[in-house]
């Protein structure tokens, strides 16, 4: 295992390397005798990048941090450059959240992917007020303000979010800037975009684009037309959210491969896959050696750290489960990309687990008693935190055996250890609590077990 100093160094070195040997005409192996242990260091020693979407609300999680710190090189804003975030009001710019993020990734040598710029969804109102001529300078100000306030500090910035309609007619979709705008909307951006920060590469992104199909082709389509003409764009984002309803397409190199073909790099950018064991492994393996396949394929980027904090948390899709453990997904990424697994885990380093599960106990007309039982995983934890949330107007009157703390709402309870955190590989403890029903007899949900 590296130390991350060296691992940083060697990030920073390899793509150099890498390329001064490609001048040469010559061809790299491995790189280097020992293969890298993180998933940043792995994909550099391949010339790539390995990104995560960010949440600034986590950056005070210290697992959260730890893990993003030693697996990623490159990040995100999940939400914080939106334009929602960023100009809630016209011409009042808020850019404190997504700092904290950029702040973070320069400090640590980390690449900055902006998200997004001109984007039907998470925009405010009065940007669909605006008259067509308002509206044209409010995008134009919009980009020239958020480009100019992080200008060098963006490697590649998503400049037209999601412009295109799903399934199989290939049109644009209904926005202000398309219905007010027309087609051009998309070019103008562009340009604008170019001239704001003319160091950014400048991508378009979407979603369903991932393989051959009426809408990705509607946007091959545009960007072959825009190299065609002149008009700046250096790379085509695929966002590369997969479920078992929309698994990874069989011709997704292929897809990624006619994109490069045209003269634009292609990214990676918002990847998570649905599932668990040994098939979402596979998934998540079979896209990164697409990706590696391609050579215009910079980088990936995955929706987020840890499924706990996944837009779509229910389907578990990320590296690492919500204990900050390496999933089998984690470990067929890292293997595709030609590194090895260190062992251990660096937001969680002991490899400490436990699992909660909730009972029902004694029940009367008008109340119920639960029981949470933690169990400690296959090594011993020294502390557990639960979450248990009743439906309102149903309220938790008592507990016992636990630490409780509470949301703004009252109806989320943080449960931690009173005198009980530490256990046994294996061991159990229970705390317990009291629910008045109010008139509703629903079943508590216990969130996941985080142990330490
Ligand atoms: O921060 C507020 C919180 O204060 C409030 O209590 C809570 C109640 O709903 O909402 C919180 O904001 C949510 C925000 O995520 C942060 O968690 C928004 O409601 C929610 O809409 C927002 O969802 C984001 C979604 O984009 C919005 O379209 C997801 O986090 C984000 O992962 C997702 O990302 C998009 C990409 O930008 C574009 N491609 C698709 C991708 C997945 O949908």
């Given at each position: 295992m590296h130390t991350s100093a060296s691992s940083r160094a060697r990030r920073a070195l390899v793509p150099v390397l890498t390329g001064l040997l490609a001048v040469a005409g010559l061809t790299t192996a491995s790189g280097t005798a020992e293969a890298a242990s993180t998933l940043a260091g792995a994909a550099a020693e391949k010339g790539r990048y390995f990104g995560t979407a960010v949440a600034a609300g986590h950056l005070g999680e210290a697992p959260y941090v730890s893990t993003l710190n030693a697996e990623f090189d490159s990040v995100t804003p999940e939400n914080e450059m939106k334009w929602d975030a960023v100009e809630p009001s016209r011409g009042s710019f808020n850019f404190a959240n997504a700092d904290r993020i950029v702040s973070h990734a320069q400090s640590r040598g980390m690449k900055v992917r902006g998200h997004t710029l001109v984007w039907h969804s998470q925009l405010p109102s009065w940007v669909g007020n605006l008259s067509a001529g308002d509206l044209r300078t409010a995008m134009n100000n919009h980009i020239n303000q958020v480009m100019g306030h992080w200008k060098g500090k963006i490697h590649s910035w998503d400049v037209v979010n999601e412009a295109f309609q799903d399934g199989s007619s290939g049109a644009r979709r209904n926005s202000p800037f398309q219905d007010k705008l027309g087609n051009g909307f998309i070019e103008e951006a562009f340009r604008a975009a170019r001239a704001a920060d003319p160091a950014a590469k400048l991508c378009y992104n979407d979603y369903n684009t991932d393989g051959v199909n009426a809408k990705s082709n509607a946007v091959y389509n545009m960007v072959r037309d825009f190299k065609a003409r002149g008009v700046p764009i250096d790379c085509v984002g695929f966002?590369?959210?997969?479920?078992?309803?929309?698994?990874?397409?069989?011709d997704y190199q292929a897809n990624l491969q006619r994109f490069a073909d045209l003269g634009v790099d292609v990214q990676i950018t918002e990847l998570d896959i649905e599932g668990s064991g040994t098939s979402q492994a596979t998934s998540y393996a079979n896209v990164v050696k697409a990706c590696l396949a391609v050579t215009r394929c910079t980088g990936i980027t995955v929706w987020g750290i840890t499924d706990k904090y996944s837009w779509r948390a229910s389907g578990t899709p990320l590296l690492f489960d919500s204990n900050y453990n390496k999933k089998p997904a984690y470990t067929a990424v890292l293997n595709a990309l030609g590194g090895t697994s260190g062992g251990?885990?660096?937001?969680n380093p002991g490899g400490a687990t436990c699992t909660a599960t909730y009972s029902k106990q004694e029940e009367w007309s008008d109340r119920f008693n639960g029981r949470v039982t933690i169990t400690a995983g296959s090594a011993a934890i020294s502390g557990w935190t639960t979450t248990v949330t009743v439906t309102s107007p149903q309220k938790i009157v008592a507990t016992w055996n636990g630490s409780p703390t509470w949301d703004g709402s009252g109806n989320v309870m943080t449960m931690r250890p009173n005198g009980n955190g530490s256990l046994a590989a294996g061991a159990s403890t229970s705390f317990g609590f009291t629910v008045m029903k109010n008139g509703s007899s629903a079943a508590p949900v216990i969130g996941g077990c985080t142990a330490s």
């Open positions: 966002q590369s959210h997969f479920n078992s309803a929309s698994p990874v397409p069989a251990g885990n660096p937001g």
